[in-house]
């Protein structure tokens, strides 16, 4: 069984268009993430939710809207894409939201922008 | 604000030879370090974590890492490598305090030939 998974695993569109990925755990988690991994690999935290609730939103365009419509998902909204939003998204989910738990991240989604 | 610099973008080595992947971070807060490892097309996933204690923590698949506070360094060893450990490592840190926030370090592509 998959502990964190994403649908899709790609994805292309075209600039303007809005898209939605989603995740789900089955780890029983209560904190779950949206990372980005760009071209560089550079992996940077976007969102955070504890039980439902926002507790990390960084810097990110209000074009991404997650939502959590229970603990075991977390999907990612993107509007009006951009040719920069082609990137890796990662989901990951933790036990708990204090820094010392581990993370267990999904296979990511390769979002591609034209 | 944390950041984190791994020196290395990419490290080359012989299989069975010895490896040490070198990461350093700043943070005016103390932090838990981390180390990730991301295998080709796969998310990433905990290989160890430093939290208190012992300078030197040990994780899975022979990989030992040694925090040093003075050099504000967390570098990762292994004593001999194999073709499997060919993946994208990445070290991370996170506030001690709060919610997990992981920023992590650019990754450091590690390689074994034959």
């Known amino acids: 069984d998959t502990a964190v998974s994403q649908t899709p695993k790609y994805l292309v569109t075209q600039m303007g268009n809005d898209k939605s990925i989603k995740c789900e755990q089955n780890?029983?988690?209560?904190?779950m993430y949206w990372y980005k991994q760009d071209s560089k690999k550079f992996l940077k935290i976007m969102f955070s939710y504890n039980n439902k609730e926002l507790i990390i939103n960084e810097t990110v365009p209000n074009r991404f809207s997650p939502k959590s419509p229970d603990k075991a998902h977390l999907n990612l909204h993107i509007n009006s894409l951009e040719l920069g939003d082609s990137a890796v998204y990662f989901c990951a989910s933790s036990q708990g939201v204090g820094p010392s738990y581990e993370q267990y991240f999904g296979p990511g989604t390769r979002l591609t922008v034209t | 604000a944390q950041s984190v610099t791994q020196l290395d973008s990419q490290v080359p080595v012989f299989e069975e030879a010895p490896v040490e992947l070198r990461c350093n971070y700043s943070s005016s807060v103390s932090v838990y370090l981390f180390w990730y490892v991301q295998y080709p097309n796969q998310g990433l996933q905990l290989l160890l974590k430093y939290l208190s204690g012992s300078t030197l923590v040990k994780g899975i698949n022979g990989f030992e890492a040694e925090f040093n506070k003075s050099q504000t360094s967390f570098h990762l060893r292994k004593p001999s490598v194999h073709i499997s450990d060919t993946a994208e490592y990445f070290c991370a840190v996170s506030p001690a305090g709060g919610a997990q926030k992981l920023v992590f370090g650019q990754g450091t592509r590690l390689t074994i030939n034959p």
């Open positions: 780890l029983g988690h209560d904190t």
